[in-house]
């Protein structure tokens, strides 16, 4: 995966409100809520899932 892979979760996250920035080195992603204090989670491709730093997968519910 690279990172045009993440292109999905980061516009599904977007239209739920979050803010979604790109990381570097790899195909990462970090979101943040704006309306909780922006407490963020950082989101990585592992084969063809999305998890996040607390081990939740998603992508299924963005289709």
Known sequence: MDANDLQRPA???R???LRVA???PGPRI???DPMRGMPT???VAVGA???TGFAYV???ACG
Request: hydrophobic share 30%; aromatic share 4%.
């Open 30 to 32: 970090r979101s943040a």
């Open 22 to 24: 790109t990381l570097e």
């Open 49 to 51: 899932t999305y998890v």
């Open 15 to 17: 239209k739920q409100g």
């Open 41 to 43: 989670e950082e989101i």
């Open 58 to 60: 998603i992508g299924e």
């Open 11 to 13: 516009s599904c996250l």
